[in-house]
């Protein structure tokens, strides 16, 4: 039924539950995972150095919450690939949904909050409403 399944991964307690039920889909549906951190653009008003320093951060929280996902996820049969995008969160995973033709989106219903992770409160229903494929919501 799902041969592709996109994750959005942000490290909070919902994220790591619905990596969990990602990572069993694949596995019964012998199924290829793609993990997706996205996090908001830095507003470019902040200036050198505080510019890369925040920038350099966030990709650096992206980088530890996949690595924290794909250590928990086990055995997948098909392939497990991932990638870190910057933009605001639902629309970089809705983007990123449909490049690479996903056939489900996974992600949890709350994520970190704006200032310290990577998917805000309302991405959930931004990518539940907008979505071409089904979303999976995890508590």
């Known amino acids: 039924m799902f041969t592709n399944i996109l994750l959005a991964v942000d490290g909070s307690e919902h994220a790591i539950r619905a990596a969990h039920i ?70 970089a995973i809705l983007d990123a949904a449909k490049l690479q033709a996903c056939d489900l989106i996974v992600m949890g219903s709350r994520g970190l909050g704006q200032l310290t992770g990577l998917l805000l409160g309302s991405q959930s229903q931004k990518v539940v409403q907008h979505a071409d494929c089904p979303v999976l919501i995890v508590k």
Do not use: F
């Not at 150095?49 to 990709?59: H, R, S």
């Not at 086990?74 to 995008?85: A, F, M, Q, R």
């Open 22 to 91: 990602a990572a069993e889909l694949a596995r019964c549906h012998k199924a290829s995972l793609r993990l997706v951190a996205a996090y908001d653009p830095v507003p470019p008003y902040l200036g050198e150095p505080n510019l890369q320093i925040i920038l350099d951060a966030q990709l650096k929280e992206a980088d530890k919450n996949i690595a924290k996902t794909l250590g928990m996820l086990g055995d997948i049969p098909g392939e497990v690939t991932y990638e870190v995008l910057q933009g605001p969160p639902a629309e």
